[in-house]
């Protein structure tokens, strides 16, 4: 079955503290993987779209990496505005226009200043 | 702003009455999907349509159903509500439906009382 793990649940950091939100998957062939934000009450917003082991994208603090098993989601000096739950999905089989996603559960992120 | 609508915002409804959420994809956007989204059991995908024709179906009950206009715009149908049902629900939309990005819109928020 196809399964999406993200960790920790929530992460507390201090303004300026970089870490990293991990989430692993089992899929039976990984058509894309996919990074959210979502804050409470909104619509997910869109982030980065990884497709193969070894990518790698960056985004002003953030930075999103893959491999076969697991994508890291890396903050760098975070602002207390970064605060927001972070989402991981993946997109699985092989080829057609079936495109549903599956999510991780979210990591909780609070900066605080 | 990721350019699709979703109407109403808010949604207020008894047990067993019959409710429709409107969505809009973004403008050149053939794919819709539906989520849902509760506290307990994160966001789950309901279905998909692709150009007016279903192509994916989720955990959704037969309660629900869904239909894609020839304008592309969607409508959710839920009947029969339950408290369980009480939910954000999502729209997304991309351009074709299979390993592209899908961009979310901000949700309708259900409450069964």
């Known amino acids: 079955e196809d399964q999406v793990t993200q960790s920790p649940e929530a992460l507390r950091l201090q303004e300026g503290e970089s870490s990293s939100l991990n989430c692993s998957y089992t899929?039976?062939?990984?058509?894309?993987l996919f990074w959210y934000r979502q804050d409470p009450g909104k619509g997910p917003e869109f982030l980065f779209t990884?497709?193969?082991a070894g990518e790698e994208k960056e985004k002003e603090r953030l930075k999103a990496t893959l491999t076969k098993k697991e994508s890291f989601l890396h903050i760098t000096a975070p602002k207390p505005e970064d605060s927001a739950t972070y989402l991981c999905a993946v997109q699985a089989g092989h080829g057609g226009s079936q495109g549903n996603l599956i999510f991780g559960k979210g990591t909780k992120l609070s900066v605080k200043p | 702003d990721s350019g699709v609508t979703q109407t109403p915002k808010h949604l207020i409804t008894a047990t067993g009455q019959r409710v429709t959420l409107r969505c809009s994809p973004r403008s050149g956007d053939l794919s819709v999907y539906w989520y849902q989204q509760s506290l307990d059991q994160g966001l789950q995908f309901l279905i998909q349509y692709y150009n007016g024709e279903e192509r994916a179906k989720g955990n959704i009950l037969e309660r629900f159903s869904a239909q894609q206009f020839p304008d592309l715009h969607s409508e959710l149908n839920l009947s029969s509500l339950e408290l369980g049902d009480s939910a954000l629900y999502f729209c997304?939309?991309?351009?074709f439906g299979g390993g592209e990005t899908q961009y979310f819109g901000p949700g309708t928020r259900l409450l069964v009382l």
């Open positions: 990884l497709y193969s």
């Open positions: 899929v039976s062939g990984l058509r894309g």
């Open positions: 997304a939309s991309s351009v």
